[in-house]
């Protein structure tokens, strides 16, 4: 079993800018990659940023520049920083972790953390 706890989500007013982190617990062998996806309603879950168990990062065009992801290995935590945020960052934002349990290879989502951009 593995388990994402997500912090860092709330209300805040355009411009403004707001923190993410994930921490995995369990079963965890070894990491691939941790991300951020998004889901806002009526519309699918799409990835926000990703970075991999090298370092390599990737990001939906919408929130390049503005927000950052960033890993901390020996907690098994990852980040993100959101600046800039604009009322179409408003969703539902998810953690999730590809990874190896020594026995199979598996994915984990958070339960999810509700970011408002609002005035």
């Known amino acids: 079993q593995v388990q994402l706890v997500e912090s860092g989500g709330g209300l805040v007013q355009p411009g403004g800018s707001l923190r993410l982190s994930c921490a995995a617990s369990?079963?965890?062998?070894?990491?691939?990659?941790m991300g951020w996806y998004r889901q806002a309603p009526g519309k699918q879950r799409e990835l926000v940023a990703r970075?991999?168990?090298?370092?390599?990062?990737n990001y939906a065009d919408s929130v390049l520049g503005r927000f950052t992801i960033s890993r901390d290995n020996p907690k098994n935590t990852v980040y993100l920083q959101m600046n800039s945020l604009k009322p179409e960052d408003t969703a539902v934002y998810y953690c999730?972790?590809?990874?190896?349990?020594?026995?199979?290879?598996?994915?984990?989502w958070g339960q999810g953390t509700q970011v408002t951009v609002s005035s």
């Open positions: 999730k972790l590809d990874g190896n349990s020594a026995v199979r290879d598996f994915t984990s």
């Open positions: 970075i991999t168990s090298g370092g390599f990062t």
């Open positions: 369990g079963s965890i062998f070894r990491i691939y990659s």
